[in-house]
């Protein structure tokens, strides 16, 4: 990738997550991306569930979450496959589901699409645009692990977010930035948040 995206699709599904998520959208905030925003029903149940928002409804809880990322963003819902995302013509310059549910891995690598953040995941594809996954499940059967490698097949990138305990983290905070460093990366960003390697501490 030549250089970073300025315009960025973000979804977040109902996979586990969502600190990985804000972390994410905080980062591309402070680059100055224009981002345009999709909860997935059962994402708006997991990010007020995770961020302990004590709030449930979807605009209560994508306020909050836009809130805690310190962000703007273009927000559609789910089921508005009228939005401009969902349309080639006038899809952003890259896009990113995360956390990025079995379920929208598997509609996404099939191209069933059902709801905006598909869409955009299909769109993304089509188009030839950046798409980087942020998977969660665990253990993986074999049915996941297939459909990852049709999304990887089909040119999604793939970021398991799996923190790496090389760089030290002292932190939660420090094994989220990680992941979201990792995601940044995969993005076409130059990021400090996951430290390069350096070799062992003599
Ligand atoms: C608290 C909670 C955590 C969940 N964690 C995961 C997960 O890590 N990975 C996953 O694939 N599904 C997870 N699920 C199930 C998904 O939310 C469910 O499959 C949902 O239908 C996904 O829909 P979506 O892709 O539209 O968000 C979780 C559900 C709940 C309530």
Redesign the pocket.
Known sequence: MNKPPASLFVGV?????APYAVRLVRALADAGCELTLCL????V??VA?ELELGVTGRAEVTAAFLDAAKAQAHVYS?DDLTAPVASGSNFPDAAVVC?C????VAHIALGTTR?L?HRAGDVALKEGRPLVLVP??TPLSEIHLARLLDARRAGAVIVAPMPGFYSLPRTLDDAIDFVAGKVLAALGFEQRLSPPWEGLHK
């Open positions: 599904t109902g996979a586990s997550g997935s029903d059962a994402g149940a997991v569930h789910p956390p549910s079995m379920s929208a709801t953040i969660r499940e």
